[in-house]
Structures are given as structure tokens and as C-alpha cells.
């Protein structure tokens, strides 16, 4: 944990590295440039600017800055005593030490936060700081009000709780000595369409219900006991209990929660205690504008609203409240809100929790067996963590947290501690800025709590945006001629009167006096860079470098620039024209004349692909690249310039000794089994050797600029033929050839002797038809006769017979 010196020495260096940074970012200064006419303007410019009030300050025929960076200001002649700086600061009005344990006769004395009271005095734009340190102490009364839903539902759990009080004060005993319980129920409002309004169920919402037939009428709130260290009540006043039923399904705990809030004497919240509400229920709740479903309009005011009978009275009158109604007025009454949910309602109440500051989640079993130990996890959950609240924070002013929890170490932008013991000690640097300065004498004010603690810093800010020098003004001083009003170091002249002395009047200073100021007729008065006062210009100062000249027409730092540097930081601005360094011309100084950059390696100026420009190659020759136009894998020459290269490095042949081959030959020589041309933006190059082969290799140029070259080991060269394998090669060609005609040969007379046998088919069947069909043809009379004669032979043997 770092000391409230170390923090000093700190803040120190922070600040000299941020004025050594105003001071040299682009040559300018923030302090001079906003031309700031008095001590009250140069302090609102940044908090490094300083004002001088000497009274001799500066040069002759300069408008001399009064404003500028301190150090500035003593270089130029300024003595330390009349150099207007403040600086913003933090003083400790009440620190009581923090308190070891809470209950006992110290109890209305426990002191958690450290200090108590705190005043700074903040210039603008510069930072204060101061240490806070908090300690949750031991023993600490405890204020627990259990809230529960007693609707239908929650009917099971309202039986597990009935000895609720016993078992709890004996828990919470082990925690702390000084423990108070109370009791309170809600359902929802007693109005359509959150609860049954039909005549039949204004005494018992459960009629004709065969589950449980008997309740009592809902309603919105019901105070039913009071905080107490008499837990014995709590159990009674739990047995007298009986649920009720509501139409729809989230209930109206959330204006529950407000009334056990705010309604701080009927609960009998303690203000030395640490105040727990657990908040039990198996529903989501209704949200603010539900209420419009029931005809209320009015919203939540925030106030406790108990009858008589401690019960919610404005139920059906008045919306739920909001969420952030219902944080605002549990952390205004340091009230740590624990939900005790069933698990289908975890996610929902943990999102709430994220909009609610001090809140807690906890899963309670569906008949509150684990409520007990819920209640216990949840206070030591909220005991082990601690975070700082800012009240009242003023618009004007920013604030910036840094914690040192336990392992020491400082966390920049955390406000939390967690993870901690009671007991443990953890502190926060507050870093405090204003943004700008309010209305004379106006003070503000701001209170850091820790969350659900009592406990508070009063923080008391005022503005440091008058310098101390105002406090010695001169009306009609003589230093003013008697005409203006003497006031850090300047006169501020009456109407009439010019200069800085007010030595002039305006009826002097006609157009002759101004006419002395112009260059020519028609052009401004000083160029419009100074002001002319008796006759004579006052150039302004300017942060970018000197004025000068009669008319304040010439500058240091008018000049043409290349790359962003005056005259390419070859030469000096002289009136608005660069005046070059030897060995360089042009406009900006930015040619030189030097051509030894221009020379490759081979002595050519700009390999013979280009020209020497200012120092530099400009390649001519298309594809061609490189500082002095070396490389160039497109051009006609490529292959032949690297040939040279492949043979003196790889075979140490070619023109080129061993010596002049490493000069010029810097290319990376890669050399592969196979050569391989995928490569797009490669180029191919072969030649043929002394010994009639071929060599192959491939240029490329990578990104990083380099030039590969990738060659084979060795050159590609032609083998002799084989005698037997030549006499082979012949008669097999021969033979297959012949095979070929005699194949041609049997394909065409085949062909041949098919058709002359087709032709011949053809003249067969004409014949054998003119045969069968012709008139003039008669069957041979042998046939006929012998038949005659046979049936003759036959009568006559019949004949011959009888």
C-alpha cells in the first residue's frame, strides 16, 4: 500500500511528464497559443500554464506572452515571486480513527470510514487526491426484517418458518452479540386484475378453491413486527399467520420492499446497526406501469405510506415503484436488500441485482427448509465486500478511484474490494478534477459511503480560479498613465487610450499613425500579426516560432516543408524562403545533388534502367525496381543478367572472377533436384552451356525485397542412342507396318467379294420370278400322259377282274 508521500512523489512525476509532453508534441505550446490577455484566462488554458505579474517582462517591439509554461517564464527573465501557478490540494478537516469492534458501550461511536471529513481546493484541469480507508469491524449490530410472500403458494413455507426466530438468533449469535428480528407479509393489491374482487371472495379469495378451500383477503403490505431482540414474538407472531390468494402471478413485493424501506421508525431500523432485509417469494414481481392494468396512473413518491393498522394504505392508489426509486431509497437508508428466491427465479432477481445497488441473490428450496443458512451465506457474501457510493456529485467535477484491497496492489478505476474479512482494512486513492469554474464564491460539496453503511466522507470543494495578484489592482494607476487599470503586470486602458501603458489615444493613433503600419495602402495594419501602438508595430509571439520585420511580414516557420519538417531539415526559413544547405536545392531543400546513391553494382548509374533524381533513382525501363533500379524480373536482360550470376556462383565459370562475382551477385541462389514453374510472378530462363546443355533457372523478387534465384544442381544434357535399341525400334516398325497394309489389304477384298456376292443374290431371285409369272410357260405333257395312261391300265384291269 503506497503512503500518502509515496502518492505525492507520484503525482509529482505524472505531473512534470505531462508538462514535458505539452511542451515539445509538435514544437507547440498550449499555453502561449491560447493568446490568454490575463491571469484568470491563462490558468483556465491547462493547469501547467503560469501567469507572470513581474513588471518589466519581455523584449522591446514584441507583444510578450505572459502566459506560458513556468520554467518558460523563469528563462525569460520572470523572478519566481511574481509567477501566478496554484495548484489544487487536499487538507483533512476530521479524521477519527477507525474502530475495532461495534457492539459494547462504544456501539453509538463505531467508526468505519477514515477520514471524515475532507477539503480541497481544485484549479481546473489539475487533479487533488486523497486517501479514504475502510474497516467493516467486528461484533456489528445486525437489524434483520424478514419480508415474506404469503400468497397460496408460499403456504408449505409459511409452515417451515414458524419457528423461524429461535433458530435464527442462534445462528446469527455466533456473527454477532447485538441482533434484532422482524416480521413482515404482503400478497398484491386488493384490486382487479391482481386479485379476485367478486362479492363471493371479499373474505376469503379461496372460496370454492377444493385445494384450500379458507384465506384470508389479499392485500398489498402488512407491518407485523417490529425489530425486537425478543425472538420468541417473531415465532408468535409467524404461527398467527394464514396465506391468501391473488389472480395473477407476480406478486406486490416490490412495494413491500419500499414501505419496510423507508417507513424507518414503525420497522425500527437502528441507525448504529447493519440493516438486512431478506426478502422471501416463489413469483417474479410486478414492475412499475403494471399498475396502468388496474386504472393507476399516479406513481410511487417514494414515501412511507403505514395506517394505523401498519398496513400499505395507498395499495390501490398509487403504481409500483421503479427500480431505481427502490435503489435510490435503499441505499439512502443503508439497507442491503437479500432475495431469497426459488432456482426458476434465479436468473430474473440476478439481473435486478445488477440494477440495484447492495442486493444479493440466494436459492431457497421450494419449502424453505435452507433459509436459515441462506440468511447466513447471504451476510457473510455482503460482509466480504466492500464499495464506495458518490452522493451529491457536482456536474463540474470528475472523479477517478483507485483500491488497494488486501494483496496490496493498487487497482486504477475499481471502487470494490471483495473477497475480504471483518475485520480487514482495505483503502482507495480519490482522484478529484474540475472541469471548470463555477460562479464566483459558489462552493460544492459530495459524500462517499460505503454501501449499506452508515458511515460517511463529507467532501468540501472550492475553486482556485483567481490569482492571488488580482488582490493588488490599481484603478488609474500611474504605471497606466493614469488612464487604465494596473492589474497582474498589465494595464487595462480606459476607452480612449491604447498602448501597453496606455501612453496613446485614439485620437492620435488616426491614419497617419496607422498608415506608418501598413506596408502599402490597402494591406492590414502589422499584416495582421501584430498591433501598432505609437507608431510602430508590435508583432505578436506565436508558438510556432518568431515574428519579425517592420510590418511584421516575415516569420521563421512560413517555409515549405517535406514530410511534415521545415525546409526538409536541410536548410533555414528565412522570411517565408527556404536558404538551402550546401549539397541540396529545391523549394523545401528536399533535392540533393549527391549521385553516389544513384550507382548499382555494376557501376551503371541506376543499372541503366533509369535516372538519377535528387539523391535518387527513378526507374524508366517498365518492371524495373529497386533503390538503384536493380531489379526487374520482366525485362528483356533479366535472364541474362542472372545467367552471369548462376554460373560464377554455382559452377565458377563465366566472365566474372570470384571477387567480382560476390560484389555483384548478392542474390539468394536456391538450387533443387527439380525445377518447379507454379510460382506466377517467376520468370523461366534457360541457356545453353559450352557443353550443349541446358540450364534452367527461375528470378523472382520476394516481398521483403530480396532476389531469388532457383536453379538446377545440374545442367539438363542429352544422352547418346542405343545401337540394338535403334535396330529394334526399325524392324519392329517395319513389321508392324506391313501387319497394318495386310490388314488393309483383307478389309478392302472382303469388303469386295460382299458385294459382288450381294449383286449376285440379287440377279438369282430376279430370274426365279420371271420364271413363276410368266403367261407364255406350260408344265412339260410327259407329266399329263403318263397319268392318262396309268388311269387307262386301270379300267381295263377293273374290267378284266368282273
Same mark, same amino acid.
Given at each position: 500500500m503506497l503512503s500518502r508521500r509515496q502518492w505525492t512523489y507520484v503525482t509529482a512525476i505524472s505531473y512534470l511528464i505531462l508538462e514535458i509532453l505539452i511542451r515539445n508534441v509538435k514544437g507547440l505550446n498550449v499555453c502561449t497559443?491560447?493568446?490568454? +490577455?490575463?491571469? $484568470? #484566462?491563462? &490558468?483556465l488554458i491547462h493547469p501547467s500554464c503560469a501567469w507572470c505579474a513581474q513588471e518589466e517582462f519581455g523584449s522591446p517591439r514584441t507583444l510578450t506572452s505572459r502566459c506560458d509554461l513556468q520554467q518558460n517564464l523563469q528563462k525569460r527573465g520572470c523572478e519566481a515571486p511574481f509567477i501566478e501557478s496554484p495548484r489544487s490540494n487536499s487538507s483533512v478537516l476530521e479524521n477519527v480513527p477507525l474502530s475495532s469492534k461495534g457492539s459494547g458501550p462504544t456501539q453509538y461511536d463505531v467508526i468505519q470510514i477514515a477520514p471524515q471529513k475532507v477539503s480541497l481546493s481544485l484549479r481546473p484541469g489539475d487533479q487533488a487526491w486523497f486517501e479514504v480507508q475502510v474497516r467493516q469491524v $467486528?461484533?456489528?449490530?445486525v437489524d434483520l426484517y424478514y419480508l415474506m410472500d404469503l400468497s397460496l403458494s408460499m403456504k408449505d413455507d409459511l409452515d417451515t418458518i414458524r419457528n423461524l426466530g429461535t433458530k435464527l438468533a442462534e445462528e446469527m449469535k455466533k456473527l454477532t452479540s447485538n441482533f434484532r428480528l422482524g416480521f413482515g407479509s404482503f400478497v398484491d393489491k386488493n384490486m382487479s386484475p391482481f386479485s379476485y374482487t367478486a362479492p363471493k371472495y371479499q373474505n376469503n379469495p379461496c372460496n370454492g378453491y377444493k385445494l384450500f378451500p379458507n384465506c384470508v383477503p389479499s392485500f398489498g403490505f402488512r407491518? &407485523? &413486527?417490529? &425489530? +425486537?431482540d425478543k425472538v420468541? @414474538?417473531?415465532? /408468535?407472531e409467524v404461527q398467527k399467520q394464514m396465506v391468501s390468494r391473488n389472480r395473477d402471478a407476480p406478486e406486490g413485493g416490490f412495494d413491500a420492499i419500499l414501505q419496510a424501506a423507508v417507513c424507518k421508525e414503525r420497522i425500527g431500523w @437502528? /441507525? $448504529?446497526?447493519?440493516?438486512l432485509l431478506v426478502f422471501a417469494t416463489d413469483d417474479v414481481p410486478h414492475l412499475a406501469l403494471d399498475g396502468k392494468l388496474g386504472g393507476l396512473v399516479e406513481p410511487h413518491d417514494g414515501q412511507c405510506h403505514l395506517n394505523e393498522k401498519s398496513e400499505y394504505s395507498a395499495s390501490t392508489r398509487m403504481d409500483y415503484p421503479s427500480l431505481a426509486l427502490l435503489g435510490e431509497k435503499l441505499a439512502e437508508n443503508n439497507i442491503y436488500l437479500i432475495f431469497a428466491v426459488t432456482k426458476k427465479l434465479y436468473v430474473i432477481y440476478k439481473n435486478f441485482t445488477a440494477l440495484i445497488p447492495g442486493t444479493t441473490v440466494e436459492i431457497l428450496d421450494q419449502d424453505s427448509k435452507n433459509i436459515i443458512q441462506l440468511i447466513i451465506n447471504a451476510y457473510n457474501n455482503i460482509r466480504s465486500k466492500v464499495e464506495l457510493t458518490v452522493w451529491d456529485h457536482p456536474e463540474d467535477i470528475s472523479l477517478s478511484f483507485t483500491a488497494t484491497c488486501q494483496d496490496g496492489r493498487p487497482l486504477a478505476g475499481l471502487r470494490k474490494c471483495a473477497d475480504l474479512k471483518i475485520g480487514d482494512t482495505v483503502s482507495f486513492n480519490v482522484s478529484v478534477e474540475a472541469r471548470g469554474c463555477p460562479a464566483p464564491d459558489e462552493r460544492q460539496s459530495f459524500t462517499i459511503r460505503p454501501v449499506g453503511f452508515k458511515d460517511r466522507l463529507e467532501v468540501q470543494v472550492a475553486y482556485r480560479c483567481d490569482c492571488g495578484c488580482t488582490q493588488l489592482t490599481q484603478p488609474n494607476s500611474t504605471r497606466c498613465s493614469g488612464a487604465g487599470t494596473h492589474s497582474c503586470g498589465t494595464c487595462g486602458c480606459e476607452p480612449g487610450y491604447l498602448g501597453t501603458r496606455c501612453e496613446c489615444q485614439e485620437g492620435e493613433a488616426g491614419s497617419v499613425q496607422l498608415g506608418a503600419c501598413r506596408e502599402a495602402e490597402g494591406k492590414q495594419v502589422c499584416g495582421g500579426r501584430g498591433e501598432c501602438r505609437c507608431n510602430q508595430c508590435l508583432c505578436y #509571439?506565436? $508558438?510556432?516560432?518568431?515574428i519579425y520585420g517592420t510590418f511584421c511580414e516575415c516569420d521563421d516557420f512560413s517555409c515549405a516543408r517535406h514530410k511534415g519538417v521545415l525546409c526538409s531539415g536541410h536548410g533555414e526559413c528565412h522570411c517565408g524562403e527556404c536558404k538551402c544547405h550546401a549539397g541540396y536545392v529545391g523549394d523545401n531543400c528536399n533535392c540533393s545533388t549527391e549521385t553516389a546513391a544513384c550507382v548499382s553494382g555494376d557501376g551503371q548509374m541506376c543499372s541503366g534502367r533509369g535516372v538519377c533524381v535528387c539523391g535518387g533513382c527513378q526507374c524508366t525501363e517498365p518492371g524495373a525496381f529497386g533503390d538503384t533500379c536493380e531489379k526487374c524480373p520482366t525485362c528483356p536482360d533479366a535472364c541474362g543478367t542472372k545467367r552471369e550470376c548462376v554460373e560464377c556462383r554455382l559452377f565458377g565459370s563465366g566472365k566474372h572472377d570470384n571477387q567480382t562475382c560476390q560484389r555483384l551477385c548478392k542474390d539468394e541462389i536456391v538450387t533443387v533436384e527439380t525445377l518447379k514453374s507454379d510460382d506466377p510472378g517467376a520468370v523461366l530462363c534457360l541457356y545453353k552451356t559450352e557443353s550443349d546443355c541446358v540450364m534452367k533457372f527461375t528470378y523472382s523478387e520476394h516481398a521483403s525485397g530480396q532476389s531469388v534465384l532457383t536453379a538446377l544442381k545440374e545442367p539438363e544434357c542429352a544422352a547418346a542412342p542405343d545401337a540394338l535399341t535403334v535396330l529394334l525400334a526399325v524392324v519392329g516398325s517395319i513389321l508392324a507396318i506391313g501387319i497394318a497394309l495386310l490388314a488393309v489389304w483383307k478389309l478392302v477384298i472382303t469388303v469386295h467379294d460382299r458385294r459382288e456376292f450381294a449383286r449376285f443374290q440379287s440377279a438369282r431371285s430376279r430370274a426365279r420370278y420371271e420364271m413363276a409369272s410368266n403367261p407364255l410357260y406350260k408344265q412339260p405333257i410327259s407329266t399329263h400322259a403318263v397319268e392318262t395312261v396309268f388311269s387307262m391300265n386301270t379300267k381295263s384291269y377293273n374290267g378284266a377282274v368282273h
Amino acid at each position: 500500500m503506497l503512503s500518502r508521500r509515496q502518492w505525492t512523489y507520484v503525482t509529482a512525476i505524472s505531473y512534470l511528464i505531462l508538462e514535458i509532453l505539452i511542451r515539445n508534441v509538435k514544437g507547440l505550446n498550449v499555453c502561449t497559443s491560447g493568446s490568454a +490577455t490575463s491571469c $484568470e #484566462e491563462c &490558468l483556465l488554458i491547462h493547469p501547467s500554464c503560469a501567469w507572470c505579474a513581474q513588471e518589466e517582462f519581455g523584449s522591446p517591439r514584441t507583444l510578450t506572452s505572459r502566459c506560458d509554461l513556468q520554467q518558460n517564464l523563469q528563462k525569460r527573465g520572470c523572478e519566481a515571486p511574481f509567477i501566478e501557478s496554484p495548484r489544487s490540494n487536499s487538507s483533512v478537516l476530521e479524521n477519527v480513527p477507525l474502530s475495532s469492534k461495534g457492539s459494547g458501550p462504544t456501539q453509538y461511536d463505531v467508526i468505519q470510514i477514515a477520514p471524515q471529513k475532507v477539503s480541497l481546493s481544485l484549479r481546473p484541469g489539475d487533479q487533488a487526491w486523497f486517501e479514504v480507508q475502510v474497516r467493516q469491524v $467486528e461484533d456489528y449490530p445486525v437489524d434483520l426484517y424478514y419480508l415474506m410472500d404469503l400468497s397460496l403458494s408460499m403456504k408449505d413455507d409459511l409452515d417451515t418458518i414458524r419457528n423461524l426466530g429461535t433458530k435464527l438468533a442462534e445462528e446469527m449469535k455466533k456473527l454477532t452479540s447485538n441482533f434484532r428480528l422482524g416480521f413482515g407479509s404482503f400478497v398484491d393489491k386488493n384490486m382487479s386484475p391482481f386479485s379476485y374482487t367478486a362479492p363471493k371472495y371479499q373474505n376469503n379469495p379461496c372460496n370454492g378453491y377444493k385445494l384450500f378451500p379458507n384465506c384470508v383477503p389479499s392485500f398489498g403490505f402488512r407491518h &407485523l &413486527l417490529s &425489530l +425486537t431482540d425478543k425472538v420468541d @414474538r417473531f415465532n /408468535k407472531e409467524v404461527q398467527k399467520q394464514m396465506v391468501s390468494r391473488n389472480r395473477d402471478a407476480p406478486e406486490g413485493g416490490f412495494d413491500a420492499i419500499l414501505q419496510a424501506a423507508v417507513c424507518k421508525e414503525r420497522i425500527g431500523w @437502528r /441507525k $448504529e446497526a447493519f440493516h438486512l432485509l431478506v426478502f422471501a417469494t416463489d413469483d417474479v414481481p410486478h414492475l412499475a406501469l403494471d399498475g396502468k392494468l388496474g386504472g393507476l396512473v399516479e406513481p410511487h413518491d417514494g414515501q412511507c405510506h403505514l395506517n394505523e393498522k401498519s398496513e400499505y394504505s395507498a395499495s390501490t392508489r398509487m403504481d409500483y415503484p421503479s427500480l431505481a426509486l427502490l435503489g435510490e431509497k435503499l441505499a439512502e437508508n443503508n439497507i442491503y436488500l437479500i432475495f431469497a428466491v426459488t432456482k426458476k427465479l434465479y436468473v430474473i432477481y440476478k439481473n435486478f441485482t445488477a440494477l440495484i445497488p447492495g442486493t444479493t441473490v440466494e436459492i431457497l428450496d421450494q419449502d424453505s427448509k435452507n433459509i436459515i443458512q441462506l440468511i447466513i451465506n447471504a451476510y457473510n457474501n455482503i460482509r466480504s465486500k466492500v464499495e464506495l457510493t458518490v452522493w451529491d456529485h457536482p456536474e463540474d467535477i470528475s472523479l477517478s478511484f483507485t483500491a488497494t484491497c488486501q494483496d496490496g496492489r493498487p487497482l486504477a478505476g475499481l471502487r470494490k474490494c471483495a473477497d475480504l474479512k471483518i475485520g480487514d482494512t482495505v483503502s482507495f486513492n480519490v482522484s478529484v478534477e474540475a472541469r471548470g469554474c463555477p460562479a464566483p464564491d459558489e462552493r460544492q460539496s459530495f459524500t462517499i459511503r460505503p454501501v449499506g453503511f452508515k458511515d460517511r466522507l463529507e467532501v468540501q470543494v472550492a475553486y482556485r480560479c483567481d490569482c492571488g495578484c488580482t488582490q493588488l489592482t490599481q484603478p488609474n494607476s500611474t504605471r497606466c498613465s493614469g488612464a487604465g487599470t494596473h492589474s497582474c503586470g498589465t494595464c487595462g486602458c480606459e476607452p480612449g487610450y491604447l498602448g501597453t501603458r496606455c501612453e496613446c489615444q485614439e485620437g492620435e493613433a488616426g491614419s497617419v499613425q496607422l498608415g506608418a503600419c501598413r506596408e502599402a495602402e490597402g494591406k492590414q495594419v502589422c499584416g495582421g500579426r501584430g498591433e501598432c501602438r505609437c507608431n510602430q508595430c508590435l508583432c505578436y #509571439e506565436s $508558438e510556432f516560432g518568431k515574428i519579425y520585420g517592420t510590418f511584421c511580414e516575415c516569420d521563421d516557420f512560413s517555409c515549405a516543408r517535406h514530410k511534415g519538417v521545415l525546409c526538409s531539415g536541410h536548410g533555414e526559413c528565412h522570411c517565408g524562403e527556404c536558404k538551402c544547405h550546401a549539397g541540396y536545392v529545391g523549394d523545401n531543400c528536399n533535392c540533393s545533388t549527391e549521385t553516389a546513391a544513384c550507382v548499382s553494382g555494376d557501376g551503371q548509374m541506376c543499372s541503366g534502367r533509369g535516372v538519377c533524381v535528387c539523391g535518387g533513382c527513378q526507374c524508366t525501363e517498365p518492371g524495373a525496381f529497386g533503390d538503384t533500379c536493380e531489379k526487374c524480373p520482366t525485362c528483356p536482360d533479366a535472364c541474362g543478367t542472372k545467367r552471369e550470376c548462376v554460373e560464377c556462383r554455382l559452377f565458377g565459370s563465366g566472365k566474372h572472377d570470384n571477387q567480382t562475382c560476390q560484389r555483384l551477385c548478392k542474390d539468394e541462389i536456391v538450387t533443387v533436384e527439380t525445377l518447379k514453374s507454379d510460382d506466377p510472378g517467376a520468370v523461366l530462363c534457360l541457356y545453353k552451356t559450352e557443353s550443349d546443355c541446358v540450364m534452367k533457372f527461375t528470378y523472382s523478387e520476394h516481398a521483403s525485397g530480396q532476389s531469388v534465384l532457383t536453379a538446377l544442381k545440374e545442367p539438363e544434357c542429352a544422352a547418346a542412342p542405343d545401337a540394338l535399341t535403334v535396330l529394334l525400334a526399325v524392324v519392329g516398325s517395319i513389321l508392324a507396318i506391313g501387319i497394318a497394309l495386310l490388314a488393309v489389304w483383307k478389309l478392302v477384298i472382303t469388303v469386295h467379294d460382299r458385294r459382288e456376292f450381294a449383286r449376285f443374290q440379287s440377279a438369282r431371285s430376279r430370274a426365279r420370278y420371271e420364271m413363276a409369272s410368266n403367261p407364255l410357260y406350260k408344265q412339260p405333257i410327259s407329266t399329263h400322259a403318263v397319268e392318262t395312261v396309268f388311269s387307262m391300265n386301270t379300267k381295263s384291269y377293273n374290267g378284266a377282274v368282273h
